[in-house]
T-cell receptor, first 112, second 113 residues
Framework: NAGVMQNPRHLVRRRGQEARLRCSPMKGHSHVYWYRQLPEEGLKFMVYLQKENIIDESGMPKERFSAEFPKEGPSILRIQQVVRGDSAAYFC??????????FGQGTRLTVV | QKEVEQNSGPLSVPEGAIASLNCTYSDRGSQSFFWYRQYSGKSPELIMS????GDKEDGRFTAQLNKASQYVSLLIRDSQPSDSATYLC?????????????FGQGTILTVHP
């Protein structure tokens, strides 16, 4: 039973480019959460999605960031026009309904 | 005041000793409490969850919760070098999804042989 799969593991983007981060939840899990971990800071909640629905995006920056979890395929966190301050580790977690969430290995985004 | 605060660390203990990690939270509506372990460059791994006052033991790990004092702790007995990692305290507010957690900044634990 594969865990939460994130790809790519490492992503380098130049300032102004777009970054797309993918997350495939554990089998049977329909709840997906995205977190960001900035250097020397704790994990911060960004967004909570279920299939085709954004449930809670209270932690998402107002501009340039968006997330989706389509009926088919992985959840996508999209960052448009990246800036150096977006460099961080982005973690996806999934859960089966209202149970404890499990984290993926993360995508480490570097903006140069 | 941060919502979740952990003892700043880093914490260094000798192999075989008890490591004590502490966490306080400000939101009295917090209902669920978790300890995650994160090795450098890796993902957070859930090691303990606790929901009611008192102690919960799992192997070498004991979580303690005191809601009146808004305090949760993690004790690691017989510490091993492999326990060296960052330990993250996380809380969930009542009425929110299980995956929506507020994390502390983490405490770095080093267990030296």
């Amino acid at each position: 039973n594969a865990g939460v799969m994130q790809n790519p593991r490492h992503l380098v983007r130049r300032r102004g480019q777009e970054a797309r981060l993918r997350c495939s939840p554990m089998k049977g899990h329909s709840h997906v959460y995205w977190y960001r971990q900035l250097p020397e800071e704790g994990l911060k909640f960004m967004v909570y999605l279920q299939k085709e629905n954004i449930i809670d995006e209270s932690g998402m920056p107002k501009e340039r960031f968006s997330a989706e979890f389509p009926k088919e395929g992985p959840s996508i966190l999209r960052i448009q026009q990246v800036v150096r301050g977006d460099s961080a580790a982005y973690f996806c977690a999934s859960s089966y309904r209202e149970t404890e969430a499990f984290f993926g290995q993360g995508t480490r985004l570097t903006v140069v | 005041q941060k919502e979740v605060e952990q003892n700043s660390g880093p914490l260094s203990v000798p192999e075989g000793a008890i490591a004590s990690l502490n966490c306080t939270y400000s939101d009295r509506g917090s209902q669920s409490f978790f300890w995650y372990r994160q090795y450098s460059g890796k993902s957070p791994e859930l090691i303990m969850s606790i929901y009611s006052n008192g102690d919960k033991e799992d192997g070498r790990f004991t979580a303690q919760l005191n809601k009146a004092s808004q305090y949760v702790s993690l004790l690691i007995r017989d510490s091993q070098p492999s326990d060296s990692a960052t330990y993250l305290c996380a809380v969930r507010r009542a009425g929110t999804s299980y995956g929506k957690l507020t994390f502390g900044q983490g405490t770095i634990l080093t267990v030296h042989p």
